[in-house]
């Protein structure tokens, strides 16, 4: 959320309610190196194999370069995020005056980190959804055409270019001056709008978790009733929604949980020194986390692979089972 590029070094909810997070800095260039070198590989690795498929296209193949091309808008705002925190770092360790980046580069680096994370997040749904419709409602074809695939992905573009903009919109509206990327929870007259933009960003989790998880447990409930040798056919569809399940949850719901406590904490709407602390403290690690699903997302693709390549059975405008 807005609070990821940090200025201040500790926090204090009360006098004596203080933590040291300065190692952030230094962790957060090491993880966003390694993050840019396996995201630019592997994500460059899928894109290339979507572009020499035949024009075969499946439904699963076209959520997938979606998801691809939302983790390649994070890829390359790795490099100024690296950028910044080096010089944080170094003004830091050299007690000189703060280093600020202008609010140009704020509102780029926010646009595109939020443009991949919500990205991700809706197209992950979308390919849970499309097992879903595959095998609890097989005979609904047509909700799983390309062409609806694509309608569906334009659409999804939309929104998130919507809320990646409304969120460093926020920013700007409560910050007069660009001394920092960040807004101050601490201050009141911040309160407000860091409060719509934390509901804001917590509905664009929380929606999408519940509908992956209806999707999940009716492909399983359905599975369950099936006779062995008809459940052998969907193994890859459950490889796949496990996978889905996997990055969606582990990526996801720690950095959403941390940043609920985080910004309570910071508002005084919880009054807690144990968890402002330990909210604080592991701030720049579940943002990492998150950020690995550019990383992790290709393994859908390589577990999806026979998904994304099988030739419809009917008209060649229609997903694959």
């Not at 940090?6 to 309610?17: D, R, V």
């Not at 260039?29 to 993050?35: E, N, Q």
């Not at 409602?137 to 573009?157: C, D, E, N, Y």
């Amino acid at each position: 959320m807005i609070m990821d590029l940090q200025n201040t070094t500790y926090i204090s909810i009360q006098a004596n309610c203080t933590v040291d997070t300065s190692y952030r800095f230094t962790y957060y260039k090491i993880s966003y190196s390694v993050i840019f070198i396996f995201g630019v590989v592997s994500n460059a690795t899928v894109l290339r194999r979507f572009c020499r498929m035949p024009q075969t296209y499946t439904s699963t193949a076209i959520y997938m370069a979606n998801l691809a091309a939302a983790d390649i808008f994070f890829v390359n705002s790795l490099p100024l995020r690296i950028y910044y925190y080096h010089n944080k770092a170094a003004t830091t360790s050299n007690h000189t005056n703060d280093w600020s980046p202008g609010g140009a580069f704020c509102q780029l680096t926010f646009t595109l980190k939020y443009i991949s994370l919500y990205g991700g997040i809706f197209f992950l749904v979308c390919i849970g959804v499309d097992r879903y419709f595959a095998v609890v409602h097989p005979l609904h074809q047509h909700l799983r055409k390309v062409r609806t695939a694509r309608m569906r992905s334009f659409g999804i573009w939309c929104l998130v270019l919507a809320l990646s903009l409304t969120l460093p919109f926020l920013y700007s509206a409560a910050s007069r001056w660009n001394k920092s990327c960040l807004l101050d929870p601490s201050s009141k007259r911040h309160h407000t709008i860091i409060l719509a933009a934390l509901g804001l960003v917590q509905i664009a989790y929380l929606l999408p978790a519940l509908l992956l998880l209806f999707s999940y447990c009716s492909i399983l409930s359905v599975l369950c009733r099936l006779p062995h040798c008809r459940k052998i056919r969907h193994r890859c569809t459950l490889t796949v929604i496990y996978w889905v399940l996997v990055v969606f949850f582990v990526c996801f719901t720690p950095y959403h949980l941390n940043l609920l406590g985080y910004t309570l904490t910071q508002v005084c709407l919880v009054q807690s020194c144990g968890l402002a602390q330990v909210t604080k403290v592991l701030h720049p690690v579940v943002l990492s986390l998150a950020s690995t699903n550019c990383c992790l997302n290709p393994l859908i693709y390589y577990f999806s692979s026979s998904l994304v390549h099988k030739e419809p059975t009917g008209s060649r405008g229609s997903a694959s089972q």
